[in-house]
């Protein structure tokens, strides 16, 4: 897949550095000393539910927003401070407006001297978001997932290595979902871009993200590889059995943990197909195997929703 330019290679790489951010509308507080990291050359998801502070962060970081304290830099520089920034960050906030009346390429070129590109440039961002065949139409009949497409195009125009996306699979049908995963991970992974999405939806984004940076409150509740929340969901498995000793010494030599119940044991970090396995290899007697894993989205809403138990890190 050659989607943009490869050889642009020298703007990409570039790491979003949000420290100690704090911004509070009247008594709400917004964003409450917010710290973290965003590597080039991964798609990072920003996560948080609705209300959380996330298009705060976004605001701060692209200078829409000044912060009470603390900083938010691309490169280790301030947005207000970078020099062409069309060429350096790509963003797409809230759904875009678009002038109804204008055609998407002529969309296109009313952003082009600001990014300092010519009018090929916005036909081929064009064709690489999948809407060369449509540029001549109307952006008034276009409908949600191609006015998406047409804000990412928007954001592409000046080639930028970081990409900073609010939202961005709102409105798609599966297939433009599929395609905008494979777009964003080719961007980030194939071109080294920095790619951060935000979404209240772990489950959107989660075939997309190589990171995670969730939200609750203003506040970060959780920064990880998304592999690292993967196993905070490990599987949990019922065992209903009259040999405790033999599943006890199982579980420790496998690694598990395990937690006696009455009429037999939990067992976590293991699936009911791996317990069933290890059980039958060890001749060990079963009654019943419920695998009881909680899963990626539970996990979530424990860290977001301070009513909810917490999971153990
Ligand atoms: N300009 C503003 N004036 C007053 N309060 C604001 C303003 N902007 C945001 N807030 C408040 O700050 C908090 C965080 O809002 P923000 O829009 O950043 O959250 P979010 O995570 O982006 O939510 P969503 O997913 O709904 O977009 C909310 O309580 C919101 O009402």
């Known amino acids: 897949m050659h989607l943009i330019s490869d050889e642009r290679a020298t703007v990409a790489g570039t790491a979003i550095e949000i420290k100690n951010l704090t911004k509070a509308f009247g008594a709400v507080r917004a964003v409450d000393d917010l710290t973290f990291t965003?590597?080039?050359?991964?798609?990072?998801?920003f996560l948080g539910p609705n209300g959380s502070g996330k298009t705060t962060t976004l605001r701060m970081l692209l200078g829409l927003v000044a912060p009470d304290s603390g900083s938010a830099t691309i490169g280790g520089r301030k947005y207000v401070d970078i020099d062409r920034p069309?060429?350096?960050?790509?963003?797409?906030?809230?759904?875009?407006?678009?002038?109804?009346?204008?055609?998407?390429?002529?969309?296109?070129?009313?952003?082009?001297?600001?990014?300092?590109?010519?009018?090929?440039?916005?036909k081929d961002v064009l064709e690489h978001v999948g809407l060369g065949p449509v540029s001549d139409r109307k952006v008034g009949g276009f409908s949600l997932g191609m006015r998406q497409r047409l804000g990412l195009a928007t954001t592409l125009l000046g080639d930028p290595g970081v990409l900073v996306l609010d939202e961005p699979s709102n409105g798609l049908d599966p297939e433009g979902?599929?395609?905008?995963?494979?777009?964003?991970?080719?961007?980030?992974?194939?071109?080294?871009?920095?790619?951060?999405?935000?979404?209240?939806?772990?489950?959107?984004?989660?075939?997309?993200?190589?990171?995670?940076?969730?939200?609750?409150?203003?506040?970060l509740v959780h920064e990880s590889p998304l592999q690292d929340l993967v196993?905070?969901?490990?599987?949990?498995?019922?065992?209903?059995?009259?040999?405790?000793?033999?599943?006890?010494?199982?579980?420790?030599?496998?690694?598990?943990?395990?937690?006696?119940?009455?009429?037999?044991?939990?067992?976590?970090?293991?699936?009911?197909?791996?317990v069933g396995a290890a059980a039958h290899a060890e001749r060990l007697e079963i009654h019943g195997l419920a695998g009881e894993g909680k899963g990626l989205e539970e996990v979530f809403l424990e860290l977001t929703d301070p009513n909810r138990s917490a999971v153990a890190a």
Not at 38 to 45: A, K, Q, S
């Open 86 to 122: 069309a060429s350096v960050v790509g963003a797409a906030l809230e759904a875009a407006s678009f002038h109804p009346g204008r055609s998407a390429l002529d969309h296109l070129r009313v952003f082009a001297p600001l990014a300092g590109v010519a009018d090929q440039r916005c």
């Open 231 to 274: 196993a905070m969901a490990a599987d949990r498995v019922k065992v209903v059995t009259p040999d405790i000793d033999g599943f006890t010494r199982l579980a420790q030599s496998r690694g598990w943990q395990f937690e006696v119940v009455s009429g037999g044991l939990h067992l976590i970090g293991a699936g009911p197909a791996e």
């Open 38 to 45: 965003v590597r080039p050359g991964v798609v990072t998801g």
């Open 177 to 219: 979902i599929v395609w905008l995963r494979g777009f964003l991970r080719h961007l980030a992974h194939d071109q080294g871009r920095t790619v951060l999405v935000s979404s209240h939806v772990l489950g959107e984004v989660q075939a997309t993200v190589d990171d995670v940076v969730v939200i609750a409150g203003g506040r």
